[in-house]
């Protein structure tokens, strides 16, 4: 799968995304090491804090399922019902959530307007990150 496939299918999640309080759609598509893709929306709740990010929501669908090992994400986000105007950085929590299953090659493709994206990889996105293996 090209990076810009899975950027394509980011966007096409934020179709999906429930926003009634930023407007702010978010899509992504998590690509696993078997090929597979799961895709996520961001869902928001009236208590706000509930609400969950599309890129957890495409990693816990992926982990529920037997997944466990990844390969890279794609993210978009934007005003909802409207194309996206610029890069969307992925939340420090999601970033996190991507370190407990991923390594720190794993890629994240940043969709911009236009079907450009910029690649970084996951140690680039978390410096100096903590995981499992520093709990010794
Ligand atoms: N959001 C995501 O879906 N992913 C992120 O990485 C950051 C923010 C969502 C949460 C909320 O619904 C909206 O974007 C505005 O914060």
Redesign the pocket.
């Known amino acids: 799968m090209k990076p810009e496939e899975l950027v394509q299918l980011a966007k096409d999640a934020r179709a999906r995304?429930y926003?009634p309080?930023?407007g702010?759609a978010?899509g992504?598509a998590l690509l696993c090491k078997d090929g597979k893709i799961y895709q996520g929306?961001?869902?928001?709740n009236a208590a706000f804090g509930p609400?969950?990010?599309?890129?957890r929501v495409a990693v816990f669908k992926a982990v529920y399922d037997g997944e466990r090992e990844f390969e890279a994400i794609a993210?978009a986000?934007g005003r909802a019902g409207e194309d996206i105007t610029g890069l969307?950085?992925?939340?420090g929590?999601?970033r996190q959530v991507l370190r407990e299953f991923c390594d720190l090659d794993f890629m994240l493709y940043l969709a911009k307007e236009n079907g450009e994206y910029e690649a970084r990889s996951l140690g680039e996105m978390l410096p100096m990150s903590f995981s499992g293996a520093d709990m010794k």
Do not use: L, W
């Open positions: 995304s926003v309080y930023s702010f978010v992504a929306c961001n869902i928001e609400t969950i990010c599309a890129e993210v986000g969307f950085p992925p939340c929590v999601c």
